[in-house]
């Protein structure tokens, strides 16, 4: 039989519906995300709960959740439900020939990928192929600034993975990938941007 602490646990039923409740609400009041791709609105949906939790990072999916996470997320939501829509949210039709601005990674975010990338010792054919699966990009200056977050803390762990087993650990764990990372951001030198004027978005006009 159970035990009182199972059955207060809530089931993978219940998580999942709590993730699709989230996937859902969001959806309803991001109405502007619409036009964009899969994996945009994705993006979009995890900045905007690393923000609600105030999290130091994005995470790659919503499974990395806690119940209790998930749950403040759905609150967050749900408060919002009065309001039209998230904050920044609007669709604002632009007048004719009026242009657009696309926010675009940072220098600094372009410099951290690269540095990482060429620690790696990735091959220029792998590299696009492994940015563009995810990305449908095949260049980091062409990522919007959440995926280049989301790129950088990939190759990060991948990176952190990969040296921990040189080291020999044969089964790595999240928390020492965790522990492992700032060491390889200083040595790499992608701490921080060179200077301010890097850590600002870099915009483009579409006509």
């Known amino acids: 039989m159970p035990t009182a602490a199972q059955k207060r646990r809530p089931s993978g039923s219940s998580r999942r519906k709590m993730m699709a409740a989230i996937h859902i609400q969001f959806q309803e009041l991001r109405p502007d995300l619409r036009g964009m791709m899969d994996e945009e609105r994705r993006d979009e949906r995890l900045a905007f709960v690393s923000n609600v939790l105030g999290l130091k990072y994005i995470p790659a999916s919503m499974t990395e959740l806690t119940d209790r996470q998930l749950g403040k ?85 991948i990176a952190c993975a990969q040296e921990l087993k040189e080291h020999g650990f044969k089964k790595v764990t999240r928390q020492q990938i965790r522990l492992q990372i700032p060491s390889l951001k200083t040595r790499l030198g992608i701490d921080q941007p060179k200077d301010a004027k890097e850590s600002e978005p870099c915009q483009t006009e579409l006509i």
């Open 73 to 157: 997320v759905l609150d967050a939501l749900r408060e919002l439900q009065s309001q039209p829509r998230l904050p920044h949210s609007e669709v604002k039709q632009a007048p004719l020939a009026a242009a657009e601005i696309i926010h675009l990674a940072s220098a600094g975010q372009v410099h951290a990928i690269n540095k990482m990338l060429l620690h790696l010792g990735w091959g220029e054919t792998a590299k696009k192929a492994f940015i563009s699966r995810r990305f449908r990009r095949e260049n980091p200056v062409h990522l919007r600034p959440a995926q280049a977050s989301s790129l950088i803390r990939i190759l990060l762990n």
